[in-house]
C-alpha cells in the first residue's frame, strides 16, 4: 500500500488560507468517506483536525474544513495564524480494511 | 488517556512487546491501532483491532511478525513485535478509533523503538 500524495510544503502569510491536497487511488481515498486530517507540531503526538472528509471534531477550530473531489482529498486552513505551523497528515480507509497515511506536509507562517 | 510503554533498544532479530494503557474512557467502545514513526519521517499505520479482538488487521510490512492483541479486563492494548529489522525503529503511538474509520481521536505519547546491533 503506497502512501497517499501530498506536497512537502506550503506556505502562507498570517491571514491568508491555504490547501493541502492529499491524493491517493479508487482504492482508498476514492473509495469511501473515511479521510481524516491530522495535525502533528514538533515533538508531540498527532491531534486529529478532521474526521470523514468534512467533520470538525469538537474543540477544532473552524477555520480548518475539509473536503474530496474523486481521489483527492483537501484540507483548507483559512485566516492563517502563527500556531498553525506543524506538520499535516492525511488518512484514508482502504478497500483491503487497513488504513494509508499521507506523506506529510510541512506548513510554514511566513 | 492512552500510555504507552515497553519501548527500547533490540538487535535485529531481536522481540519486544509494547503495552498501551487506556484510561477515562470505555476501552471495549473502541477499535484500537498503533501507528509508528521513524525518526523524522511520516506516520505510518501498522496494525488495528477490533474491539472484542475477534479481527486483526497489519500493514503488510510486519505480517507475520507483529502481533496486536489486547486484554479488555485490564483496558490495555499490545504489540508483540519479533524479527525486528532496523527499519522498525520509530516512535510507536497507539490511538483509539470507535468505528473503524480511522478517525484517530486520542493518541498517546509514544514508545521509542530503536532495532540496532
Known amino acids: 500500500q503506497s502512501a497517499l500524495t501530498q506536497p512537502a510544503s506550503v506556505s502562507g502569510s498570517p491571514g491568508q488560507s491555504i490547501t493541502i491536497s492529499c491524493t491517493g487511488t479508487?482504492?482508498?481515498?476514492?473509495?469511501?468517506?473515511?479521510v481524516s486530517w491530522y495535525q502533528q507540531h514538533p515533538g508531540k503526538a498527532p491531534k486529529l483536525m478532521i474526521s470523514e472528509v468534512s467533520n470538525r471534531p469538537s474543540g477544532v477550530s473552524t477555520r480548518f474544513s475539509g473536503s474530496k473531489s474523486g481521489n483527492t482529498a483537501s484540507l483548507t486552513i483559512s485566516g492563517l495564524q502563527a500556531e498553525d505551523e506543524a506538520d499535516y497528515f492525511c488518512?484514508?480507509?482502504?478497500?483491503?480494511?487497513?488504513?494509508?497515511f499521507g506523506t506529510g506536509t510541512k506548513v510554514t507562517v511566513l | 488517556q492512552l500510555v504507552e510503554s515497553g519501548g527500547g533498544l533490540v538487535q535485529p532479530g531481536g522481540s519486544l512487546r509494547l503495552s498501551c494503557r487506556a484510561s477515562g474512557f470505555t476501552f471495549t467502545s473502541y477499535w484500537m491501532t498503533w501507528v509508528r514513526q521513524a525518526p523524522g519521517k511520516g506516520l505510518e499505520w501498522v496494525a488495528s483491532i477490533k474491539q472484542d479482538g475477534s479481527e486483526r488487521d497489519y500493514v503488510d510490512s510486519v505480517k507475520g511478525r507483529f502481533t496486536i492483541s489486547r486484554d479488555n479486563a485490564r483496558n490495555s492494548l499490545y504489540l508483540q513485535m519479533n524479527s525486528l529489522r532496523a527499519e522498525d525503529t520509530a516512535l510507536y503511538y497507539c490511538?483509539?478509533?470507535?468505528?473503524?474509520?480511522?478517525?484517530?481521536?486520542?493518541w498517546g505519547q509514544g514508545t521509542l523503538v530503536s532495532v540496532s546491533s
Open positions: 488518512n484514508s480507509f482502504t478497500s483491503t480494511y487497513t488504513y494509508v
Open positions: 479508487s482504492s482508498d481515498v476514492g473509495a469511501y468517506d473515511y
Open positions: 490511538a483509539r478509533d470507535q468505528w473503524r474509520t480511522g478517525d484517530f481521536d486520542s
